[in-house]
């Protein structure tokens, strides 16, 4: 599945994390009166049992959190990467323009300032479908276009030696791009986050049965679980959404904005 197309990554995050706090306090609550309601006075190697048994159970839930927290911090980390790479590499290619006479170094700047400006486009856009796949594609068509020009020019003796370098970089650039566009697609599916909220809402339960003492620091405490249970997951889903999310790649996009500067100096 296309991670824009996701369900959880095109729902109001703020939303969804409200609601799953709600429904843990809800089933804290139940669970709380169904065990004021069914517990009866056990020996104690049975409530020892139970007690592992939830234990188990919170430690599942834990486990979860911090795979899924893991998944995404190196989604994260690894669409940063990428980003560094494919500017890198267009700015190489922008540099190997220099070393053609000045007519075509200039059609090679136009066309590579054309391409780098859609590709911030393309990473300024949020999860507006059409937006991406028009500035991908326009950016694809200057890519042609620079390739096109690249290609001929090789064909030509007195361009050959400058043809040999900016092919390469030119190569690098296309593949980074296709990286970057597929890398931003892979966050952690569904499945796995579905799983992680109804673990959430079966441990507020469980936690709601054991601890049936009315006292203000039971309350403190159960509340905090939920609460904290509840930031971990919204920071988690968000830091695997970099296109609407909190936190965002602004150190690693700039250097795209940054390679606009070189088409300031001719």
């Known amino acids: 599945m296309n991670s824009i197309d996701s369900f959880f ?31 009866k006075p056990i020996d104690e190697k049975n409530n020892s049992i139970n007690t592992t048994i939830v234990g188990s159970v919170l430690a599942l839930f834990a486990f979860l959190l911090g795979f899924t927290f893991s998944m995404s ?5 690894t669409r940063r990467i990428n980003n560094i790479t494919e500017a890198n590499a267009i700015g190489t290619a922008i540099s190997r ?19 780098t400006l859609a590709r911030i486009h393309y ?7 059409t937006g991406i796949n028009n500035a991908n594609q326009q950016a694809k068509q200057y890519a042609t276009f620079i390739w096109n020009r690249a290609s001929a020019l090789a064909l030509k003796s007195q361009t050959v030696f400058p043809a040999n370098l900016m092919v390469p970089a030119l190569n690098e650039m296309m593949d980074s791009a296709n990286s970057n566009n597929y890398g931003e697609k892979f966050r952690v599916p569904d499945p796995i986050i ?11 339960f469980f936690v709601g049965y054991y601890t049936v003492n009315k006292d203000w620091f039971n309350r403190i405490m159960v ?9 971990v997951i919204y920071t988690t889903i968000d830091l695997d959404n970099s296109r609407t999310g909190f936190i965002k790649h602004h150190t690693s996009l700039q250097a795209f904005t940054d390679l606009i500067q070189v088409f300031d100096h001719p």
Not at 223 to 231: D, M, P
């Open 9 to 39: 990554y095109n729902t109001n995050l703020t939303v969804l994390i409200l609601v799953l706090f709600i429904g843990m306090m809800a089933l804290l609550k139940l669970g709380s009166l169904v065990g004021d309601k069914l517990r």
């Open 73 to 77: 911090g190196n989604r994260f980390e």
């Open 97 to 115: 323009a220099d070393l053609y006479p000045p007519p075509v170094r200039d059609s090679f700047r136009s066309d590579f300032k054309q391409y």
């Open 123 to 129: 990473f300024e856009l949020d999860n507006d479908l």
């Open 194 to 204: 579905i799983l992680l909220l109804s673990i959430s809402l079966v441990c507020a």
């Open 223 to 231: 509340f905090g679980f939920c609460l904290l249970s509840c930031l």
